[in-house]
């Protein structure tokens, strides 16, 4: 059932299946999933009730037109007991056609909650988050996921249902419209079909395509708004205030022009469906009118004969009528349908590319060349070559080192030299180059960035993150805030369970020492820190490191600073061509004070 929804849209495409198989590609793991039956069930039930409900409109309008015919033959009887049937009837109608609209409601609801999850799942699974944000052309996935799976599930129910009530509504006044006058149905078939094509014709490919635009066009302008607010304090250091203003005015004059352009489409198409759908209320009068003259019929049939023509035009003409709603549906599908698609390849590229794999010659022509990643229970790198990920630029060629356990190595080296880029060629977020990486799994493995990562949530959650689920007493995290010289945070903030914008109230060094407080809770077997320490100062440093040192774990730093060779027994140097040495950070310590 739930494919037919789509024979409206695809009437928009000009029979276009692109969209059809858009539209199922989403829908599938749903209604052919692990929910299927529970979801076909609601569904089915829905159908029953919009069947009841619909037979009970016939009714109703049945009973509409012998009220006007008991009045226009002043038959008192006849008119009281055609109120209380139609009372009756309604007392039925009236439960049963809100039933209809709740159940719908659920369906949708349940179905958008599978789905969001499921996008979720996706965007999380095998690091598409980074993926699609640092490589791809797919905007704004924050609103694809929140508003267009909103949208997709809400308007795929409703133009479905849509589907039926007209079938059903076609079909039961069809038959009352056959009784009363034979040619109102040859008419109203031909006067529809006019109107749709019509409609579909002119309207469909611009509306859509503006439809498309503005999607684009209001997330992108959002986006700028959102980004004003969490950048808010670097904005007022620079004084960047008109900067930023013409900036997010740009957005929204795009947001305006395609507004402008979408609206005088409108204009036009309402124009033609205003004029198109209120003919229909005078001309079963006009067709029904000599029967009544001749005294074949009664005054009554020509509202019953209104009341069903209005119903099977309205049925038949649901594109025309829904037009523009179904125009923005379809924009929506095609967004949703190619971030899924994004997914399903960056989960696949990064699956391949984490996986331990053997290459054939054949497939080695047709596949660019990556770094190898295996598991193993050490850190190291054997004559491995780091391109960035378009591959244009070498950053460092044929390293080869070996992190021996316990220790710590220091990455030095000029600004852009791929310092930073080592790092995440080790924990797989970059891997275009040659040669293989050896380390441990990812699970004992914990990053420290130079800006902190700030949960939201608790101070207990900053603490244990990414293992927030850990049991850790009270007076363990207090003895690890006095070990990262932060003894007073708990009672500044009212507890381990006050919540805040950690990020604004926390100074940068607060934030660096409270992760290095994580790093010793979640007590990982290596620990990777970019300069992680770079707004402390060397007191506040010496002592994180010689915490570090204490706990026995292996560590890699990334850093400028001289004073970071006293804390590690090796330092790499990288250079801005290409080159790299390795040295013992006892060496370093005594070049350092003798100099």
């Not at 959002?222 to 969490?230: C, G, T």
């Amino acid at each position: 059932m739930i494919v037919a929804s789509l024979f409206l849209v695809q009437a928009m495409q000009r029979f276009n299946l692109n969209i059809f198989k858009q539209f199922w590609s989403i829908a599938k793991f749903y209604w052919s999933g692990e929910e299927k039956w529970r979801a076909r069930g609601l569904l089915l039930l829905v159908v029953i009730l919009s069947l009841g409900y619909t037979s009970l409109s016939v009714m109703l309008n049945s009973k509409r037109g012998e009220l006007i015919s008991a009045l226009s033959a002043k038959d008192e009887i006849r008119f009281w007991q055609t109120i209380l049937v139609f009372v009756g009837i309604l007392v039925a109608y009236a439960p049963l056609y809100a039933g209809y609209v709740y159940l719908r409601d659920r369906l949708g609801l349940q179905w958008r909650q599978w789905l969001t999850n499921h996008f979720i799942d996706r965007y999380f699974q095998n690091r598409a988050f980074y993926n699609l944000n640092h490589a791809s052309n797919i905007d704004n996935p924050d609103q694809r996921i929140a508003e267009d799976v909103k949208s997709f599930t809400h308007e795929s129910l409703h133009v479905l249902l849509a589907v039926v009530d007209s079938g059903l509504a076609i079909g039961a006044f069809s038959s009352v419209l056959w009784g009363i006058s034979k040619p109102l149905i040859g008419f109203l078939l031909l006067y529809a079909l006019i109107g749709t094509l019509t409609t579909v014709g002119v309207f469909g490919q611009p509306l859509m395509r503006l439809n498309f635009e503005q999607l684009k066009k209001e997330a992108d302008f959002r986006f700028s708004l959102v980004r004003v607010r969490e950048n808010a304090e670097a904005i007022a250091f620079y004084q960047g205030e008109q900067y930023e203003s013409e900036q997010i005015r740009g957005r929204f004059l795009e947001v305006f022009d395609n507004v402008k352009r979408l609206i005088f489409w409108e204009l036009n198409l309402n124009i033609l469906t205003n004029a198109y759908e209120f003919i229909p209320f005078v001309l079963p009068a006009i067709v029904v009118a000599p029967g009544i003259f001749a005294g074949e019929l009664e005054i009554g049939k020509v509202t019953e004969a209104q009341g069903a023509f209005i119903r099977v035009f309205f049925s038949l003409n649901l594109i025309v009528a829904r037009f523009q709603s179904l125009t923005s549906f379809g924009a929506g599908v095609e967004r949703l349908a190619t971030f899924l698609q994004s997914l399903e390849n960056s989960g696949s590229i990064s699956t391949a590319n984490n996986a331990d794999h053997h290459e054939t010659k054949e497939s080695a022509e047709i596949q660019p060349i990556t770094i190898k990643t295996t598991t193993a229970d050490r850190l190291a790198l054997e004559d491995m070559t780091l391109q960035t990920p378009n591959g244009q630029r070498t950053l460092v060629a044929n390293l080869s080192i070996n992190l021996a356990q316990g220790e710590g190595l220091l990455v030095r080296g000029p600004s852009g030299c791929g310092k930073s880029s080592l790092l995440r060629s080790i924990v797989g977020l970059w891997d275009t180059g040659s040669g293989t990486i050896l380390r441990p799994p990812l699970d004992q493995m914990l990053f420290l960035p130079q800006k902190p990562y700030m949960v939201l949530g608790t101070l207990r959650d900053q603490l244990l993150y990414p293992k927030v689920d850990m049991e850790v007493d009270d007076q363990h995290l207090r003895q690890i805030l006095l070990q990262v010289n932060l003894p007073d945070l708990e009672q500044r903030h009212g507890g381990f369970e006050a919540e805040q914008n950690w990020g604004e109230v926390l100074s940068l060094g607060e934030q660096q020492r409270l992760i290095f407080a994580r790093l010793l809770l979640n007590k990982p077997s290596y620990a990777i820190l970019d300069e992680a320490t770079s707004a402390l100062d060397p007191h506040n440093e010496k002592r994180l490191y010689e915490q570090l040192q204490a706990s026995g774990m292996t560590f890699l730093s990334v850093g400028h600073r001289e004073s970071l060779s006293n804390y590690h027994q090796s330092i790499l140097d990288l250079t801005a061509a290409q080159t790299w040495s390795l040295q013992s950070g006892k060496i370093a310590a005594t070049t350092l004070a003798n100099s």
